[in-house]
């Protein structure tokens, strides 16, 4: 989605995937028949039950728990359907805000539960990642639970 040099954070990412889980699971010569990769998103052409569809990933920033500003930042990968995508780019274009919903496709240490959790991320056209806001994860939203159970 872009060319530009990214800001993410001041502060240091606790994981910064490299792909989303869905093209982990390829094998180095399926990854490079069916994925093509950018700067800020991946697309995956998958074949499932016979139908061929594509797959659109955007890398986003999620902070656990959601919003919370001494919260672990991480750097992950939104599975975003085509209208959302183009959401995203005219945002990012014209500097008006996009808030989208997508699906974690990025499993995390101790949040694991979370991973395909529906979440929004919203891009604002600034040098920052779009971020993700909302989640329907309490995991997420709240974090992992601490101490004794």
């Known amino acids: 989605m872009r060319g530009l040099p990214i800001v993410v954070e001041d502060e240091p990412h606790a994981l ?67 209208r959302a995508y183009e959401a995203l780019r005219r945002a990012h274009q014209t500097g008006v805000a996009a808030r989208v919903w997508g699906t974690l496709a990025t499993r995390l240490p101790y949040l694991e539960d979370a991973y395909g959790a529906a979440v929004e991320i919203v891009e604002d056209g600034t040098e920052l990642r779009p971020r993700v806001v909302d989640a329907r994860s309490t995991l997420l939203r709240d974090g992992p639970p601490i101490g004794p159970r």
């Open 16 to 82: 910064a995937a490299h792909w989303p889980e869905p093209v982990l699971s390829l094998t180095d010569g399926e990854r490079q028949k069916r994925v093509r990769a950018g700067a800020e998103s991946v697309m995956l052409d998958d074949v499932s039950a016979g139908a061929r569809r594509t797959r659109g990933f955007v890398r986003a920033v999620l902070r656990v728990p959601l919003g919370h500003p001494r919260g672990q930042a991480y750097g992950v990968f939104v599975e975003v359907d085509r």
